[in-house]
């Protein structure tokens, strides 16, 4: 009894050690690191906050910031809500559907580098396919350069981002919308509830453990969002598109100011924390159950 | 089939693992030198590869190794090996000037004043204007092996077209983008999107106003950035944004998206490097491309030119340096360094290569850098990278705001007092 009461320990044992140096330790060892000043070359001198009171007076910190916060926005208000509506749309056997749920999911097959490259060609401001279709179209004057306008540059971005997770956040609708037992579905319609109070009162609801998992995993790719600003933008025009996760990146490994990347990814971690733990402690408050 | 292709796999990694092993053994007993190289483009690749098979001919008894890193990530990966006993390499690429001075500050490179062979020194080798980019503190560290010219790059047959004549002069110079203009080109084409492409022109303007003394200084961080001498060169150039000379939209288009406006004749010139000729696929337009010097503004400013230079460095910590000095020697003779220069169009350090030797616009660009006074490498390799990342943003932000250039002077003089004090 005591062997068997030990038998899961002993499989954990080798995952827990790896998840402890490769994960656990470097959060640790960054947020020493972000104590110091540190060109990665000589050893890290401590200089204890100097790097985060720098970052509180650096203007770039506060852009990338502020945009990150964009992505949040428009991460919640369009993928969410999308992928949902076209979960609920394909969750039925009709004809042809199969060949439009694998449509709308293929974006998230391709990798991001590629995804952004191909979203650089469409923005392209002369020969692009947006600019080229609206000035076909007789609305030439419509047509902007969508990756160099300063003020628009970020949602030009972050349209590309949603594109894939708009199918990722369908995905993972339609696996919950699978655990919606049909005999609750019936009951409620032998009730005498219409479409829209079934959709309300009995699918969210019930929906909830997916939602969950859909708007944590939103949340956290809105922050952390790196590889579509590194590759369509590095970050420019003049640091106009920047988010922490690029701007961590340039400091660290093209400045060699690994103390201040350091610093910025310690900030990172805290937003990140911060919003998933008051997202998860508000719904794990109200669990729901039928 | 699945299983036998998989069995298939492993036997081959085996037996070439096993191959591997005992070609290991048989060289165990020659000189081991290990190259690590930047040089990651398909033509240097293959010239530096090349090299070295002619070297090991000559010296059956060396063993010489490159490991090939993508430009980029190499800059980063040369930071983990230089401190390092086990995994630092014999010979490094690198860049000359401050990158080079950067790892020599810190002690982490092997002074080169025994390679040169009995009786000789650097000067038998290398012109005495590379003295400055290869020696610190009174040693040489870094051996150069080529460099390359920049200039405003322009297509022939458009200038022959509307009678256009090579500026020399300012004055000139703004004729010809006028000229250019009234006939529907767009003076001037450039891609922005990755900076550098503009920190050439804030460089021009500078060494060409203030000189290349002043300029290394403000390299340096010794001098303000809110120094009128500077605010000079923003207003000179805010002359040409003004009068809609340069393509628009240009922080959409690196710097090759840049070049072919040019190519395709829409715009009119390109202050570029002489690797511009490297990414043109059509032959017609590679004979059709021609250069001229960054027009002179003050003809009493000493002419200065940029010139980066690429080359090798021993680190301290190389495990087999005696042998690595033999090679590097081979690196600096005249046969290896023509033979480099020749097979990809740029100009060898070694000063004992004939001028005649080269193309007609390799020479152009040699005689054009015989005639200057000074050479420059290029802001990003002249100035700290957090310098030069920070100051590239604002020179960027200028060339599509002109209006402020007074914020962007104070932001940039911030980062130099960040950086340098």
């Known amino acids: 009894m005591n062997k068997r009461r030990w038998a899961p320990f002993k499989f954990l044992l080798i995952p827990v050690i790896l998840y402890a140096i490769w994960v656990i330790a470097p959060i640790f060892y960054t947020i020493f690191l972000s104590f110091t000043q540190w060109d990665g070359l000589t050893a890290p001198t401590f200089i204890g906050i100097g790097n985060f009171v720098d970052l509180f007076n650096d203007p770039i910190f506060y852009t990338a910031l ?6 949040l926005l428009v991460y919640v208000l369009v993928p969410l809500p999308l992928g949902l509506a076209f979960a609920m749309f394909f969750n039925r056997s009709l004809p042809g559907v199969k060949i439009f749920k694998t449509a709308i999911y293929l974006p998230l097959t391709l990798s991001f580098v590629v995804l952004s490259q191909i979203w650089t060609w469409i923005y392209q401001p002369k020969y692009g396919a947006i600019n080229v279709t609206l000035e ?33 956040t369908m995905v993972l609708f339609l696996a919950g919308l699978q655990n919606v037992p049909t005999e609750v579905m019936e009951a409620a319609k032998v009730d005498g509830a219409n479409r829209w109070q079934r959709f309300w009162k009995v699918i969210l609801p019930l929906l909830k453990p997916a939602t969950i998992i859909a708007v944590a995993v939103t949340i956290i790719q809105s922050l952390r969002m790196f590889a579509i600003v590194n590759v369509m933008t590095r970050g420019g025009p003049f640091r106009s598109s920047e988010v922490l996760a690029n701007y961590m990146y340039v400091e660290g490994f093209k400045n060699y100011s690994m103390g201040y990347a350091s610093a910025l990814a310690v900030i990172l971690f805290l937003i990140i924390l911060l919003f998933v733990s008051v997202y998860l402690y508000q719904i794990f408050k109200t669990e729901v159950e039928y | 089939m699945k299983k036998l292709s998989s069995s298939l796999i492993v036997s081959v990694l085996v037996i070439s693992f096993v191959i591997g092993i005992s070609l290991a053994g048989l060289a165990a007993d020659k000189k081991k030198v290990v190259i690590n190289s930047y040089m990651a483009d398909p033509a240097p690749k293959e010239t530096l590869k090349q090299l070295v098979n002619r070297f090991e001919e000559e010296h059956p008894d060396f063993d010489v190794t490159i490991n090939t890193y993508p430009h980029e990530d190499y800059k980063t990966l040369i930071r983990t090996w230089l401190p ?13 000037g401050e990158r080079a001075n950067t790892f020599v500050d810190k002690g982490l490179m092997m002074p080169l004043d025994d390679i040169w062979g009995e009786g000789k020194s650097f000067e038998d080798y290398f012109p005495k204007a590379f003295k400055s980019i290869s020696q ?3 040693e040489t560290y870094f051996l150069p092996q080529s460099w390359y010219w920049y200039g405003f790059w322009y297509r022939e047959s458009v200038f022959d077209k509307l009678n256009l004549e090579e500026p020399v002069t300012w004055k000139q110079f703004l004729d010809v983008c006028e000229k250019l203009k009234e006939n529907g080109y767009t003076p001037i084409s450039i891609g922005s999107k990755f900076r550098w492409t503009a920190a050439a022109w804030f460089d021009y303007f500078d060494l060409r106003l203030n000189g290349a003394d002043f300029h290394m200084k403000l390299m340096k961080g010794e001098v303000k950035y809110t120094n009128p001498k500077v605010k000079d060169v923003f207003e000179k150039w805010k002359v040409l944004l003004d009068r809609g000379y340069f393509l628009d939209d240009h922080t959409s288009y690196s710097w090759q ?12 010139m ?10 043109v696929s059509d032959e017609k337009v590679k004979k059709d491309l021609n250069f001229f010097r960054f027009p002179i503004i003050d003809a009493s400013v000493p002419i200065a030119e940029e010139t980066p230079t690429d080359g090798y460095m021993i680190p301290k910590n190389a495990p087999h340096p005696e042998a690595a000095k033999e090679f590097m020697h081979y690196l600096a003779t005249q046969q290896s360094q023509w033979f480099f220069a020749d097979n990809l169009n740029r100009i060898a350090a070694n000063r004992n290569i004939e001028e005649t030797n080269y193309g007609p616009l390799v020479q152009k660009g040699l005689r054009m850098i015989n005639r200057s006074d000074k050479v420059t490498q290029f802001y990003d390799r002249d100035t700290k990278p957090a310098m030069a990342d920070k100051a590239m943003d604002q020179i960027v932000k200028f060339m599509v705001n002109p209006g402020q250039i007074d914020q962007i002077l104070q932001a940039m003089e911030a980062q130099r007092k960040k950086v340098f004090e």
Do not use: R
């Open chain 1, 66 to 71: 502020f945009n990150n916060i964009k992505w």
């Open chain 1, 136 to 168: 076909a179209i007789g609305l030439g004057n419509l047509t902007v350069a969508w990756l160099s306008n300063s003020d628009i540059v970020t949602y030009s971005l972050i349209v590309v981002g949603c594109w894939p997770q708009t199918a990722y």
């Open chain 2, 84 to 96: 390092s006993k086990k995994a630092s390499p014999d010979i490094v690429t690198w860049f000359a």
């Open chain 2, 270 to 279: 390109y202050l570029m490097g002489q690797f511009i000729q490297d990414v």
């Open chain 2, 257 to 268: 998206e840049g070049a072919k406006f040019l190519f395709n004749k829409e715009a009119g």
């Open chain 2, 136 to 138: 610190f503190e009174g």
